[in-house]
């Protein structure tokens, strides 16, 4: 049997995964009887791999990450096509795609036309979703959670299911059996003060002096550090310009997480954010914060003062 899992919830996709593994015998026995392909693999590998008889168990598990994505031609598929049918009963091949695939790819047609196939798509979860989902993660941990702090994880974190289990297993360790509140979210994930810091960045390159200074005022009446928001207002500014060369050259968003090491869900926001800014806007404002910091340092300026003065330069029209 083969099974196609395709869409961008990748952890929900790893979830029946998993599921499909527990289902499938001793799970000692199916380690030895795992396959773990990548990327546009021959097919006489693919062959092999799945022709092969399990050893001790019921079942031979071969798993193909990002086939379809490497974009292998016609006469590729054709085989691949013709192969899956007749592969033996006891091999369980299982197809892990991070994009959604067209309707009209040919082995998802082929999948859902055999009776020895299985489709499934992971969509991302969203609004009325999402907040269920998050609710239900907090239930599953004997917690409870405010309908504030829901607002928060979905909207900041949003469809990332892996930073936001972290973040509910983490919330739910610190809470016990108390309700996880919205100040609780602020507090502990680090998310939010990320951002916090994306929001700003934005209605700078924006020029919206009236919400960038908002929202800095926001920071204050909360009891951020001048400190601490400076040192991400540099660190912000830092990375923005390293995505910026990177984009300049060619590069997507994916292989600036991979290039940066850090995670996706904030490699894509840098992405998107560098949109609002040339690469020497960028390298101007890195050096007015370099001037920010020298004139703090030496006596001539408080940092709550100037931060003040830094949104309005960088927001003046």
Same mark, same amino acid.
């Given at each position: ?95 892990? /795609?991070?994009? @959604? ?6 082995? $998802?047609?082929?999948? &859902? *036309? %055999?009776? !020895? #196939? ?43 299911? /892996?930073?936001? @289990? ?6 739910? $360790?610190?809470?016990? &059996? *108390? %309700?996880? !509140? #919205? ?135």
């Amino acid at each position: 049997m083969f099974y196609i899992f395709h869409g961008k919830d990748t952890h929900a996709q790893k979830e029946a995964l998993a599921d499909l593994i527990s289902k499938a015998g001793d799970p000692a026995m199916l380690d030895l009887n795992t396959t773990r392909l990548e990327g546009l693999v021959s097919l006489n590998n693919l062959r092999q791999a799945c022709s092969a008889m399990p050893f001790l168990a019921d079942v031979r598990l071969i798993i193909v990450s990002g086939l379809f994505a490497a974009k292998p031609d016609k006469a590729y598929l054709k085989e691949l096509a013709d192969y899956l049918p007749q592969m033996p009963a006891t091999t369980r091949l299982v197809f892990l /795609e991070s994009d @959604e695939l067209s309707g009209s790819h040919p082995i $998802l047609k082929l999948a &859902e *036309a %055999e009776k !020895t #196939g299985f489709v499934k798509l992971f969509k991302p979860l969203e609004g009325p979703q999402l907040d269920r989902w998050i609710r239900q993660q907090v239930e599953a941990r004997n917690g409870r959670i405010a309908p504030h702090a829901i607002h928060l994880l979905s909207i900041n974190i949003g469809s990332n299911m /892996e930073i936001l @289990e972290n973040e509910i297993e983490k919330l739910t $360790l610190y809470k016990g &059996e *108390a %309700e996880i !509140t #919205g100040d609780d979210v602020t507090l502990l994930s680090p998310y939010l003060a990320e951002a916090s810091i994306f929001d700003l960045v934005d209605a700078l390159g924006n020029r919206n002096s009236k919400k960038a200074s908002l929202l800095l005022q926001q920071k204050f009446q909360e009891g951020a550090d001048p400190f601490y928001l400076f040192s991400m207002f540099v660190r912000q500014f830092r990375l923005l310009i390293q995505v910026k060369e990177m984009v300049d050259a060619g590069s997507r968003a994916q292989a600036i997480s991979q290039r940066l090491k850090m995670h996706s869900f904030v490699a894509g926001k840098l992405y998107q954010q560098s949109a609002q800014f040339s690469l020497p806007q960028l390298e101007q404002i890195y050096r007015h914060l370099l001037d920010v910091d020298v004139a703090v340092k030496t006596g001539r300026n408080d940092m709550v003062t100037a931060l003040n003065l830094l949104v309005a330069a960088l927001t003046a029209p």
